[in-house]
């Protein structure tokens, strides 16, 4: 099958183009002149890598008219940890989004894979599903919407069918140094205390790898529209913390931090509609992959 996949050099997308090369598919990554590929260093050559950005599909039009892509998953998206919710650069990654699909509808794209964010939902309602009114509150979320319904309203009349996997809380390999779960293993090698805010917020983690997977099942299954990709199981961001910690023998360099934090108090996906309609099913506990992503981590800033 050829495949497309944009954000291939990401932290999902990297793990998603490793798996379909696993699964025997043709994968053609469209990547910027100036990414950093150290996500997929050892992919890279059996990638078929199209050099090009969204943001000017005109120069990447031809290329992808002589693949043909019969798949596509939509990863790309302006993702700066800090800055990613509330930047206007959401506002031109919705507009190119909506062209590309437009265009490899064109050209005979059957399946299309978006990937949205489980903050479209109204997160006060706590567990989330498939039917939870949606109420996003930034900019990242609200564009994500908009490009769900953008997506909809295009597979409608053309002949190519769209799912539109909703990511909870993601963590594993390959993770941005400065999110929570690198953080605190980062600091924990060093011997660094660590303070954790908003610690008691209730949130749904779920590895990489089972991500990616979650994404592939559902590619390959007859879902469409909305799908949350999530454990299902809720946990405190202070305990996540704690069994780092834990694991790392270094517990006692844990501690809270008082912030006014505005943040949701509980999100967890119910994934009933991925399970039932996928047969997906997790590889990773928290235990486990915590203790996968902590061997990695460590072998990585080992070799720095």
């Keep these: 099958m050829k495949v497309i996949v944009t954000g ?3 932290f999902v997308g990297s793990h998603l183009a490793r798996l379909l090369l696993e699964e025997g598919c043709d994968v053609h990554a ?23 950005d969204l943001l000017q599909l005109g120069d990447i039009e031809q290329q992808l008219r002589q ?43 059957k399946r299309f894979i978006g990937v949205g964010t489980c903050l479209e939902y109204d997160t006060s309602l706590g567990y989330l599903s498939e039917s939870c009114p949606v109420g996003p509150r930034s900019l990242y979320a609200a564009s994500k919407l908009a490009l769900r319904y953008v997506l ?15 990511l909870f809380y993601v963590y594993g390999p390959f993770e941005s140094p400065q999110r929570l779960v690198p953080y605190v293993v980062s600091s924990l090698v060093s011997g660094k205390g660590v303070e954790i805010s908003g610690s008691q917020n209730v949130r749904d983690y779920l590895h990489v790898e089972d ?6 099942a559902v590619a390959k299954s007859p879902v469409g529209g909305p799908v949350n990709v999530g454990s299902g199981k809720p946990v405190t961001v202070q305990d996540i913390a704690a069994r780092i910690g834990e694991i790392m023998g270094r517990k006692d360099l844990i501690g809270t931090r008082a912030t006014s934090d505005s943040q949701p108090p509980f999100i967890c996906a119910n994934n009933s509609m991925l399970k039932e309609r996928t047969g ?12 996968q992503t902590i061997d990695w981590w460590k072998g990585r800033l080992a070799a720095i």
């Design 8 to 10: 291939a050099t990401g």
């Design 30 to 52: 469209l990547i910027r002149k100036t990414s950093d590929t150290w996500r997929i260093s050892d992919i890279l050559d059996s990638l078929h890598v199209v050099k090009g």
């Design 67 to 109: 693949i043909g892509p019969e798949m596509c998953f939509h990863l790309a998206w302006y993702a700066v940890p800090g800055k990613y919710l509330t930047s206007e650069e959401n506002l031109k990654m919705l507009t190119a989004s909506a062209s590309f699909a437009s265009l490899v509808s064109k050209l005979g794209c």
């Design 152 to 166: 909809e309203q295009l597979s409608a009349s053309a002949a190519m069918t769209f799912a539109w996997p909703r």
């Design 211 to 216: 991500v990616a997977a979650a994404l592939w």
């Design 280 to 291: 997906w099913r997790p590889k990773y506990d928290v235990e486990r992959g915590l203790r």
